[in-house]
T-cell receptor, first 113, second 117 residues
Framework: TQLLEQSPQFLSIQEGENLTVYCNSS?????LQWYRQEPGEGPVLLVT?????EVKKLKRLTFQFGDARKDSSLHITAAQPGDTGLYLC?????????????FGPGTRLSVLP | GAVVSQHPSRVICKSGTSVKIECRSL??????MFWYRQFPKQSLMLMAT?????????EQGVEKDKFLINHASLTLSTLTVTSAHPEDSSFYIC?????????????FGPGTRLTVL
């Protein structure tokens, strides 16, 4: 069974600080996705990482996929209150047509002004 | 592109009644749609995978007869919660996958908040 763990579970920081959240598994994933979800809304895709060791940047967000494709990290530089939300990582499981996705438990981030 | 809508956004019903939730892909064809439920402060839990024109595949522990899924077209899937009970109250979210775009990605609807009294 492919499972994803995320840490920390909760994080509360001041505006302007940097932070890193992690997504880990004992299984290899062909790709991992990162989402941000705000209360009462559906998750919004931030990035998909596919290649082991890959680094992708989205403005102040930097995503890295582990060399062995078992883990990923999300680093936010100079966090802003608008970054507040639930950050979820997800990975595909199963073969191509029957594929679905497994989600980690999420990191709930609160950025205080 | 890749917009998914859900209707209704909120629904309150009495115990014992059935509720239908619609999930539509507005600007792409979704060969696969997924239904999730999310309890407060928790992550998404996959309920079922729905492929157009075939029966849905349910996750372990999800009752097929209680959560009826119909994916009759490439742009519409419906989830019907039958004989709803208060414990079915939750946030239901659908997502859709466009095989022509990237089978690794799914696009989420805004969710439906179901409250069963």
């Amino acid at each position: 069974t492919q499972l994803l763990e995320q840490s920390p579970q909760f994080l509360s920081i001041q505006e302007g600080e940097n932070l890193t959240v992690y997504c880990n598994s004992s299984s290899v994933f062909s790709s991992l996705q990162w989402y941000r979800q705000e209360p009462g809304e559906g998750p919004v895709l931030l990035v998909t990482v596919v290649t082991g060791g890959e680094v992708k940047k989205l403005k102040r967000l930097t995503f890295q996929f582990g060399d062995a494709r078992k883990d990923s990290s999300l680093h936010i530089t100079a966090a802003q209150p608008g970054d507040t939300g639930l950050y979820l990582c997800a990975g595909p499981r199963g073969n191509w047509y029957g594929q679905n996705f497994v989600f980690g438990p999420g990191t709930r981030l609160s950025v205080l002004p | 592109g890749a917009v998914v809508s859900q209707h209704p956004s909120r629904v309150i019903c009495k115990s014992g009644t059935s509720v239908k939730i619609e999930c539509r892909s507005l600007d792409f064809q979704a060969t696969t749609m997924f239904w999730y439920r999310q309890f407060p402060k928790q992550s998404l839990m996959l309920m079922a995978t729905s492929n157009e024109g075939s029966k849905a595949t349910y996750e372990q522990g999800v009752e097929k007869d209680k959560f009826l899924i119909n994916h009759a077209s490439l742009t519409l899937s419906t989830l019907t919660v039958t004989s709803a009970h208060p414990e079915d109250s939750s946030f239901y979210i659908c997502s859709a996958r466009d095989l022509l775009r990237d089978y690794n990605e799914q696009f989420f609807g805004p969710g439906t908040r179901l409250t069963v009294l």
